[in-house]
């Protein structure tokens, strides 16, 4: 009776493949997964088009025919008050609040501050990460798990805390001083890297030490090279994350010149004439804003598909 079942199941299954192989191949199906993914792009990149739309229209004639999907007296007017270039008679002729920010210095500003953040955040996660998925010593499951604790603790509990730590070194309105606590308080890196370390095979780490390699040349040399991918991956998650950041830099970076972009483009928006907003320079600032992380995808985005499926294949 037992082979019988199985025969029974295994025909089954076959019928079952056969059936989803044609449904797979069948016209009709394709159509309709096709239209669905085509709306779920069109619903992904509309916001896009929309701020694109926003920000080469004039904020007196946007209004006027809201229902337009091009853009309403096609203007370059905000990008230019927003990067500086337009004077006040024009930034208010065309609807802006005649105010200016130093947009290409804050942008530097964010640029200097992510790059110290990841650089520091994912060198310092990636040794640690190293040490707790491959060195052997006493405690070790227990420091790690007593070290996660620290995913479950929100972020604006520790906001006070690192803010009076900040101040007391005598680092507010500086580049360290925004980057500092992200640079070493870096526990999701931590545990998203170790995952990747203890899929590596241990031969290769006994090889390299009969050769005579200590740990930190293991690391450099065999471990880290082997993790790449995932470390690229984080990487640029984390400088995506920081770069939209808004809260700490808004506390700590007051000055002119540690203002962060994301609080150069709150500012801007502080400056409405007549308690209207700058739609057309607030969608052009974020526009700006956002060619970095393009770029960074356009560059990397193969990298990080090909992380994931490794680590799917894990």
Known sequence: MSKLSEFINSKRRQVETEDTTALVKSPVARFFGLTALTLIILGTLFP?????????????????????L??????????????GLATTQEAIAEGGSGGQISFLHYMGNSLIVCT????????????????????????RDTVFAIF???????????LLPNFLLVKELG?????????LPAMFM????????????L????????????????????????????VLPQILTLAILQFILYWNDYLWPFLVGQSEESKMLTVGLGIFRSQTPQGNPDWAGLMAGALIAAIPIIIIFLIFGRRIVGSIQSSGVK
């Open 70 to 83: 091009a853009p309403v007296d096609f203007t370059l007017g905000a990008i230019k008050r927003v990067l």
């Open 171 to 179: 680092l507010l309105n500086t580049y360290l001083g925004i980057a």
């Open 148 to 158: 996660l604790v620290s995913l479950m603790v929100p972020g604006i509990f520790t």
């Open 116 to 139: 110290l953040i990841v650089v520091f955040q994912i060198g310092f996660g990636a040794m640690a990460a190293y040490a707790f998925a491959i060195l052997q010593w006493r405690g």
């Open 199 to 226: 899929g590596i095979n241990r031969s290769l780490i006994e090889a390299a030490t009969i050769d005579g390699a200590n740990h930190f040349r293991i690391f450099r040399v065999v471990a880290a090279p082997l």
């Open 186 to 197: 870096a526990p999701f890196s931590v545990f998203f890297l170790r995952q990747f370390f």
């Open 48 to 68: 896009l088009y929309w701020m694109l739309r926003t920000a080469f229209s004039t904020n007196k004639s946007m209004f006027s025919d809201a229902t337009s």
